[in-house]
C-alpha cells in the first residue's frame, strides 16, 4: 500500500517563524505536490516537483519554498510563518501518468493542520 | 487556465437514497483526467473514482458512477444506496492529460455530503 507520510499532524508555530513541512512517499514516484485546503476554497497548489531537485510554482507559491533533494522527500518551507499562512497542508505523491485508470492514482498524506499566532 | 466548480457547498439525503453532486469545469484543452475525491473527517483524501475524456463510456466502482458530459463540461457523481460512511467532503478534480510533467489536480471548493439515518 502506497504511504504517503507528513511529520506532524498539528503544529503551532509563531509569526516570524522559520517553518518546515516534511513529506516522505515510500512508491517511489516521480511526482510529488504540496496543496493548501481552507474551507470554501478546496485545494489549492502551492508548489510540485516532478523529479529531483526540480520544483515548479502552482497557483498561490508566494511566502512559500520548496526542496526535494531526494525522490522521497519534498519539503515545504515557510521563510517567514504569517497568520494568513494559518490552513490545512497536504502533502500528495503519484508516479508517471497517475492520471490514467492503469496506474495508480495521486495519493495524499493526512495532512498537517498549521496554526500561526 | 482551469476552473473546476462545485454549486453545491452542502448536501443531506436520508440513509439508502441515491444523491447526485454536480460539477463542471472550464478548459481549452482535449485531453484530460477528471476525479472525484472524498475527505472523512479523518482528513485523509480518498479517491472514489476517475474518468480520462477520451473515453465516452461512463466510470462506475460499485455504488460510485458518474455522467461526464464532454460537451457540456459537466462530471456529475451519483452515490446510490447511500451508506452513513459515505459522509464527506467531496471534491471534483481536473488534470491536463500528462505529457512529461505533471501539473497536479485543479480541484473545486468541495461538497459537504451528511447522509442521516
Known amino acids: 500500500d502506497v504511504k504517503v507520510t507528513q511529520s506532524s499532524r498539528y503544529l503551532v508555530k509563531r509569526t516570524g517563524e522559520k517553518v518546515f513541512l516534511e513529506c516522505v512517499q515510500d512508491m517511489d514516484h516521480e511526482n510529488m505536490f504540496w496543496y493548501r485546503q481552507d474551507p470554501g476554497l478546496g485545494l489549492r497548489l502551492i508548489y510540485f516537483?516532478?523529479?529531483?531537485?526540480?520544483?515548479e510554482k502552482g497557483d498561490i507559491p508566494e511566502g512559500y519554498s520548496v526542496s526535494r533533494e531526494k525522490k522521497e522527500r519534498f519539503s515545504l518551507i515557510l521563510e517567514s510563518a504569517s497568520t494568513n499562512q494559518t490552513s490545512m497542508y497536504l502533502c500528495?505523491?503519484?508516479?508517471?501518468?497517475?492520471?490514467?485508470?492503469?496506474?495508480?492514482?495521486?495519493?495524499f498524506g493526512n495532512g498537517t493542520r498549521l496554526t500561526v499566532t | 487556465a482551469q476552473t473546476v466548480t462545485q454549486s453545491q457547498p452542502e448536501m443531506s439525503v436520508q440513509e439508502a437514497e441515491t444523491v447526485t453532486l454536480s460539477c463542471t469545469y472550464d478548459t481549452s484543452e482535449n485531453n484530460y483526467y477528471l476525479f472525484w475525491y472524498k475527505q472523512p473527517p479523518s482528513r485523509q483524501m480518498i479517491l472514489v473514482i476517475r474518468?480520462?475524456?477520451?473515453k465516452q463510456q461512463n466510470a462506475t466502482e460499485n455504488r460510485f458512477s458518474v455522467n461526464f458530459q464532454k460537451a457540456a463540461k459537466s462530471f456529475s457523481l451519483k452515490i446510490s444506496d447511500s451508506q452513513l460512511g459515505d459522509t464527506a467532503m467531496y471534491f471534483c478534480?481536473?488534470?491536463?492529460?500528462w505529457g512529461g510533467g505533471a501539473d497536479g489536480l485543479t480541484f473545486g471548493k468541495g461538497t459537504h455530503l451528511i447522509i442521516q439515518p
Open positions: 478534480a481536473f488534470m491536463k492529460h
Open positions: 516537483s516532478y523529479d529531483v531537485k526540480m520544483k
Open positions: 500528495a505523491s503519484g508516479g508517471r501518468d497517475f492520471g490514467s485508470s492503469y496506474n495508480s492514482p495521486l495519493h
Open positions: 474518468q480520462e475524456a477520451y
